[in-house]
């Protein structure tokens, strides 16, 4: 992985974080630096971005204060994903990680090349989001 990769990783995590780039901007981002996918760890605070030669970089990523929920919670998952589609009112990534966490999310998955992101629940349950179509 070269520098002008793990820069663009950085600041896409910094622009989630602070709310000046959105999902499709991100996902688009990461595509055109040659990322295959990343994931999001709510449990160690991490974001991993990963290319599609197998290196990748470990971030450290905000961490959740909201203990994460041990019955994983798949319609409250749901609602937070929509929220986030549909850019509500008042809508922030960390109030999203923060919902995610509350409905048993440990953390998610996204791949580009399978247009679909995985949240995992603290025991290995899964709900399955697809990119909506653009």
């Given at each position: 992985?070269?520098d002008?990769?793990?820069?663009i990783?950085?600041?896409?995590?910094?622009?989630?974080?602070s709310?000046?780039?959105?999902?499709?901007?991100?996902?688009?981002?990461?595509?055109?630096?040659?990322?295959?996918?990343?994931?999001?760890?709510?449990?160690?605070?991490?974001?991993?971005?990963?290319?599609?030669?197998?290196?990748?970089?470990?971030?450290?990523?905000?961490?959740?204060?909201?203990?994460i929920?041990?019955?994983?919670d798949?319609?409250?998952?749901?609602?937070?994903?929509?929220e986030?589609?549909?850019?509500?009112?008042?809508?922030?990534?960390?109030?999203?990680c923060?919902?995610?966490?509350?409905?048993?999310?440990?953390?998610?998955?996204?791949?580009?090349s399978?247009?679909?992101?995985?949240?995992?629940g603290?025991t290995?349950?899964i709900?399955?989001?697809?990119?909506?179509?653009?």
């Amino acid at each position: 992985m070269n520098d002008p990769q793990k820069a663009i990783a950085r600041a896409c995590l910094e622009g989630a974080q602070s709310d000046t780039m959105n999902f499709p901007e991100i996902v688009g981002t990461l595509i055109e630096a040659g990322f295959e996918g990343y994931a999001i760890d709510y449990r160690r605070a991490t974001a991993t971005y990963y290319l599609t030669d197998g290196k990748s970089i470990v971030l450290e990523a905000h961490a959740v204060s909201t203990a994460i929920a041990p019955k994983f919670d798949v319609s409250l998952i749901q609602a937070a994903i929509r929220e986030a589609q549909q850019q509500v009112p008042g809508y922030t990534y960390r109030g999203f990680c923060e919902k995610a966490a509350s409905a048993g999310c440990a953390g998610y998955i996204v791949s580009f090349s399978g247009r679909r992101a995985l949240y995992i629940g603290r025991t290995a349950e899964i709900h399955v989001e697809h990119f909506p179509n653009q």
